[in-house]
């Protein structure tokens, strides 16, 4: 099994516009929603590629709720994509991805893109993410070294870190890999990198 960690998960929302105008009201073509942030997208290709994949971080509030209902109707559908399911599918050709997500009181935030269909370019909306308190990273931190004992191969730790919690967090996400003689592969920018 192949670990994949989204500190900073999100619900992917993307419109569809025939023109983006600045300044200006526009009549939306197509809605599409998805579960989001870096981690989750590694574990769909690898899903896709037929590795088993569990994906943990934090969810929270309604938008977690959709996100988590999104990842089991993906596996529902057979689609390879991300769900609560586990193995190869008959076909050898996709695996279902375990759904190891830690609830928080916060929400789980939203990420918007646009598209604007004239040129194809999209403008990207990214909000933050809800506030880790203290006890909910113990609480994730107590998972993760739960699931670096259940046979996990690899572990991918992707994206940005949620208010909260600490800037050396993937430090301490590598450390715990590291003791339990996992293979690390990170993901992320600034501060958390260089940590």
């Given at each position: 099994m192949i670990l994949t960690v989204?500190?900073?998960a999100a619900l992917d929302l993307t419109y569809r516009?025939?023109?983006l105008v600045p300044h200006a009201s526009h009549r939306v073509?197509?809605?599409t929603e998805r579960p989001g942030g870096k981690g989750l997208n590694v574990a769909r290709v690898l899903g896709a590629l037929g590795f088993r994949t569990t994906v943990t971080g934090f969810v929270g509030g309604e938008t977690g709720r959709t996100l988590r209902a999104l990842l089991a109707a993906d596996d529902d559908h057979g689609s390879g994509g991300i769900g609560g399911g586990s193995g190869v599918g008959?076909?050898?050709g996709s695996a279902a991805v375990t759904d190891a997500l830690v609830e928080v009181a916060g929400p789980t935030?939203?990420?918007v893109g646009v598209v604007d269909e004239s040129t194809g370019d999209t403008t990207q909306l990214n909000e933050?993410?809800?506030h880790i308190s203290p006890e909910e990273w113990e609480g994730f931190l107590a998972t993760y070294r739960g699931l670096l004992e259940q046979g996990v191969e690899a572990t991918a730790l992707c994206g940005s870190l949620p208010p909260g919690v600490p800037v050396g967090a993937y430090a301490t996400l590598v450390r715990e890999a590291r003791a339990a003689g996992v293979p690390v592969l990170l993901d992320t920018s600034g501060e958390p990198l260089r940590r």
């Open positions: 989204t500190l900073n516009v025939p023109h073509r197509e809605v008959e076909s050898g935030r939203r990420t933050p993410g809800p």
